[in-house]
């Protein structure tokens, strides 16, 4: 599209104004949304002003905006994760009746796990994940499951930047995340204890495609005292049927 | 923002861009895309590659393009269709483990009802609603009951327009139609009974706000030879547990 004076295009503006927005930051006034977004007020104001009138932001009676519930349907009536998702859903929904603990879907996206889907059950326990979150690749045990099984150069990629520790637990050197990728390659699933929460642990089954790649993982968060055997063996069936599901002409 | 020389803005031609995306047709060359969208050769190559460039499209390695996952990811953290359905599920949830019919939530958007979720149970019957898609409001059971507790003025605009009929048993003249939401607002939800297609009835309940009006529609579609009671007592139920959790902070 058209360049700025600045140099950055129409569209980089756009991807700029929405990422001012996040799970708890859901209204702006287009003055803040500028400022974040490091557009000057009368750009900001004219950006806002577009997308309001083209439905893809919403104002309410304060003037503020959040992200347009036209948007949304865009976005999602033909998209990648609706179709994993609505692929993946009655499985995730057996695992969750049964295990009776958080239950979730991601891809990898950007060298990160990113989360299309979480059911969590009413009596289930802590829980960062967030649906359209994401985690780091080598803390989470979804992010394990998909790295474990990704092309390799993504691998080299992300074991070459420097790894965050969110816990002592975190495995947070090349060396150590190596080592619990060999795991999860020999085990066929991730178990990550207190990796992203101390109080956690969380598990994952890859969902695959016929040349061994991951796709996505499906992951369940269990407290950190709970042992692993059942939610995994749940996993693994529900991995193996999502897989059927997704090799089906949509 | 700047507007092209044909006088349609840039906010105008992504919006007319991802309008040529739908649950069918999720794969398009730039060329399809220009076709479709109105827009000349240059202009759609142009776009789409400034939008694969910002990641809101993905392309393929036959170059053609689908809606992006990370378009899906900055439509969805902050808006309200995740909102409203993170409060709905564990309801609908409950729902649909006791009806075993497809259960479903929609708001009004645009005049129509618009779809935010669908849970199906494997072994339920026809059923032509999606995701992020939409139905009209005076055929749907979940438009009927959001028509019914709207604002008068939506009502009027909606009843002033030509009424699509479905099928022999749509109300699709304006006298029908009231008659139909007086009856909704008596009973407190909505029947329709082959309105959209001939094999099922629909049933949609309301959650309402405090002053009345519909935020939203819990639904169930039924074979046509089913009684409507067991699920409409359930989704009865339903509704009033997600008005109290959408009335809590967010």
Do not use: C, Y
Request: proline residues 7%.
């Amino acid at each position: 599209m058209a360049n700025s004076p600045s140099g950055d295009s129409m569209t980089d503006r756009l991807v700029r104004v929405l990422e001012t927005f996040t799970p708890t930051r859901t209204m702006q006034t287009a003055a803040e949304i500028g400022r974040r977004a490091g557009l000057p007020p009368s750009t900001a104001h004219r950006v806002v002003g577009d997308l309001v009138a083209a439905g893809l932001l919403d104002r309410d009676d304060e003037g503020r905006v959040r992200v347009g519930v036209r948007l949304w349907e865009l976005a999602t009536r033909s998209s990648l994760p609706l179709r994993v998702r609505q692929a993946a859903l009655p499985a995730m929904e057996r695992v969750q009746a049964r295990v009776r603990e958080h239950t979730q879907l991601a891809i990898l996206e950007q060298d990160e796990a990113l989360f299309l889907e979480r059911l969590s059950h009413p009596q289930a326990g802590a829980n960062i994940t967030r649906i359209a979150g994401r985690l780091p690749l080598h803390a989470s045990s979804s992010g394990l499951a998909l790295l474990a099984f990704a092309a390799p150069e993504v691998q080299e990629r992300v074991l070459a930047r420097p790894l965050s520790r969110l816990t002592p637990a975190t495995p947070a050197d090349a060396a150590a995340v190596r080592r619990k990728l060999a795991e999860v390659r020999r085990l066929g699933h991730a178990i990550a204890p207190g990796f992203i929460e101390e109080v956690s642990t969380g598990v994952a089954v890859p969902v695959r495609d016929r040349g061994g790649r991951a796709l996505a993982a499906l992951s369940v968060v269990l407290p950190r005292e709970a042992a692993p055997g059942p939610a995994l063996e749940e996993l693994h069936r529900a991995a193996r049927e999502v897989e059927r599901a997704l090799s089906e002409p949509s």
